[in-house]
């Protein structure tokens, strides 16, 4: 038997399909060796070396592993292709006890026959430049987290975190914020003249003045304007016309995805993300089987394989003919830190539209799978052709412009177009046979006040265009750092707009005051590059962890020996002690609070009343585990049966009504079948989703009580610590 070890268990059958019955494939669902959650972890004065230990909830895991391991006559290390996925297989080589250096690590970025043969049949050491890149970002984001968290919940209020990526992400929408906040409006004016040739009318816009840009500010110099114009004649100055060829734009990268996905299908970063990890996992269709439609999802590369190429060619021409297929491939530049050995999002079988599988699959799933298909089909397509007209008109000092656009090839936008291109087919109306000197007709000139607009703010899509242009994170940790600051409260939405909140602005404030480096863009984007060079093996990875914690380190102390965190006092006598009430932030709000805590633990609201607290309902039914009388409990989700000896006994259920029956009946219908087998009953798993997240569940329930971990198949880069 050969064991094939990969992270998502939604490839699992695919796989296990394509090697035979020879093979075992075991999916780990993610990581399973770690640093632990609670303390440091990082023997800062031995080099930066972290401590790893294998990961509490996936005990299990580990131990099906090792026997599994230990009957194998070889292991292949099948996790994703990319700088995690390698650290991952190489904490399971040390876990099982595998040499590092030996051909166990396979790799393949697509879920084909074709690509998991050839990976196989070509493994590989582990790469440690790349484990060591990795490693220096977990390093780093436990040493900026684990550092800074403390001090900004004891400075503005309990329970917040900071992160290398998160706090420079929440600044930049705090600083949109505040410039939206003190924009002031610019008074401007247009012109249009209503020109007429051969009976045939025509707008142009005023441009220039003396040949510069030229912007009326007021409506007196407006008139002046106009006084001038009609004292002039408008004559043809210059007319060009060019033939211009427009390129095809490359294949999706991961960020490109997200950003196309989000403004034309509407779709959430969430849905987007789930959505693509599923059609490249595999989706179960009555044609295919449990077939995988796309190449993997998390990649900066426009690569694209010869194979893909031909076959992409091949379709063209058979579909739109031969002048659609231009005469060499179509080639792309990528990123000089794309990671190498990486393709771009793509189809992997052309043949296999989006049409023909259209009722095999979710409405988000065809939507976005068209979408991936359509944008990579079109980037092998032959440039769009269209004829340029471009003509200035004078009238003494002014020079008005009007240009139109007529298609002559159409090219890859037979099949894709951007915002970008789309401009380029949309012409202005019919203009007449123009030449220079003609002298025009001036048939009306229109005029408007207008002001200058603020930003605007951010969107899903727009934010992660900024974040690619700015090079913070990775393509991989733009979902999870937007989620992160919604789920701290750092930031809310006003319909798709990102709003910060006032906390989200206090952070901020004190960790751009009082660490510079750590919230200035420039300084995170040139982190990312070192990163990069670590993985091409042209940094020592503890060497870049040290540079960065030089600074670091001092900056600590100087806010813990200069920093005042005595909260604001007040006029408000405590009723207790005596002392002054001073105001302190809760996750709930501000409130009054005695400064001799904990000695005395008075507490009123900001108006000096007393802070009542709901009285304690106390239910008949019994907690499972320790026996006692479960109370009601109030909670984000609504309320809920606990323990009253919590924190020794954690114990909460839900509580049953005829409606909540009634809707969780309804949700059984919507519930997601596993794989999963319940080791009580025997019925199929589904997914649940909980106030700790998503988890397996017995469907069941009440009858079967049965529950199980579960782990997201999609996996991010790195996990910013707090």
Not at 344 to 361: F, V
Not at 421 to 442: I, M
Not at 568 to 589: H, L, P, Q, S, Y
Not at 664 to 687: L, P, W
Request: overall charge positive; hydrophobic content about 35%.
């Amino acid at each position: 038997m050969k064991l094939v070890v990969i992270e998502g268990p939604g490839k699992q059958g695919s796989i296990k399909q394509y090697l035979g019955k020879d093979y075992t494939v075991f999916a780990t669902k993610g990581h399973i060796r770690d640093l632990p959650e609670k303390g440091l972890a990082i023997d800062i004065a031995n080099g930066f070396k972290p401590t790893y230990q294998p990961m509490p909830a996936k005990k299990q895991t580990i131990k099906e592993l090792k026997e599994l391991a230990s009957k194998a006559e070889n292991v292949y290390l099948a996790t994703d292709p990319d700088r995690e996925g390698e650290a991952i297989s190489w904490h399971l080589a040390y876990l099982l006890n595998l040499d590092a250096d030996a051909s166990c690590r396979v790799t393949f970025n697509e879920i084909s026959q074709k690509a998991v043969l050839n990976g196989i049949e070509n493994p590989r050491p582990i790469d440690m430049d790349l484990v060591n890149a990795q490693q220096a970002r977990r390093v780093l984001d436990r040493l900026v987290g684990y550092k800074l968290s403390p001090i900004i919940s004891k400075k503005i209020m309990p329970k917040l975190s900071a992160g290398r990526v998160q706090s420079v992400a929440l600044k930049l929408i705090v600083d949109r914020e505040r410039e939206i906040l003190n924009f002031v409006p610019e008074e401007y004016w247009t012109v249009n003249a209503m020109l007429d040739k051969d009976n045939t009318p025509f707008k142009t816009l005023l441009v220039l003045k003396n040949g510069k840009k030229y912007t009326i500010k007021n409506e007196a110099e407006m008139q002046q304007v106009l006084s001038e114009l009609k004292s002039g004649n408008f004559v043809v100055d210059e007319v060009k016309r060019e033939v211009k060829h427009t390129k095809a734009n490359p294949p999706f990268i991961t960020s490109a995805m997200q950003q196309d996905a989000g403004q034309k299908l509407k779709m959430s970063l969430a849905t987007i993300t789930r959505t693509a990890q599923q059609l490249y996992e595999g989706v179960q269709t009555k044609t295919y089987g449990k077939k995988a439609l796309i190449t993997y999802i998390r990649t900066d590369s426009t690569r694209v394989s010869d194979d893909a190429k031909k076959m992409a060619k091949e379709f063209i021409i058979s579909n739109y003919g031969e002048k659609y297929a231009p005469e060499k491939y179509n080639t792309f530049a990528s990123k000089a830190s794309a990671q190498e050995g990486h393709e771009a999002i793509r189809p992997i079988d052309i043949n296999i539209t989006p049409e023909s599988i259209k009722t095999e699959l979710t409405n988000d799933q065809y939507k976005l799978y068209k979408l991936i298909y359509e944008r990579f089909l079109s980037s092998q397509m032959s440039d769009y052709i269209y004829d340029s007209l471009v003509v200035d008109i004078k009238n003494g000092e002014y020079t008005f412009r009007v240009s139109g656009n007529t298609p002559m090839f159409n090219g890859f936008k037979a099949v894709y177009m951007t915002e970008e291109t789309k401009d380029e087919t949309e012409s202005d109306d019919k203009l007449p046979n123009l030449n220079k000197n003609d002298l025009l007709k001036c048939l009306d000139i229109l005029y408007e006040q207008k002001f200058t607009k603020p930003p605007t703010r951010y969107t899903e899509p727009t934010f992660i265009k900024l974040m690619e242009a700015k090079g913070i994170g990775r393509p991989a940790t733009y979902a999870q750092t937007v989620q992160i600051l919604f789920t701290r409260n750092y930031c809310e939405k006003d319909g798709k707009f990102f709003i910060p909140t006032e906390t989200g602005c206090q952070v901020v404030d004190f960790l751009s005051e009082h660490f510079k480096d750590v919230m200035n863009v420039k300084f995170t984007a040139e982190m990312e590059e070192d990163l990069d060079k670590i993985s091409k093996g042209k940094l020592a990875w503890d060497e870049v962890i040290a540079g960065f914690y030089t600074g670091f380190e001092k900056q600590l102390k100087d806010v813990g020996a200069n920093v005042d965190f005595e909260p604001i006092k007040t006029e408000i006598v405590c009723d207790k002690c005596g002392a002054f009430m001073v105001i302190r932030n809760g996750v709930n709000g501000k409130f009054l609070a005695c400064p001799n805590y904990p000695e005395c633990k008075n507490t009123k609201n900001l108006d000096g009343s007393e802070r009542v607290k709901e009285p304690v309902i106390v239910s008949d039914e019994k907690c499972e585990k320790c026996g006692a009388n479960l109370v009601k409990r109030s909670g984000k989700n609504g309320d809920f049966l606990a323990c009253p000896n919590y924190p020794k006994c954690k114990f909460t259920k839900n509580i049953l009504t005829k409606s909540s029956v009634l809707e969780r009946e309804k949700e059984k219908e919507s519930f997601i079948e596993t794989e999963e087998i319940c080791n009580k009953c025997g019925a199929k798993m589904v997914i649940r989703s909980g106030r700790n997240g998503k988890f397996l569940a017995c469907p069941n329930f009440p009858k079967c009580k049965n529950t199980m971990s579960y782990v997201e198949p999609k996996k991010v880069e790195t996990t910013e610590e707090s």
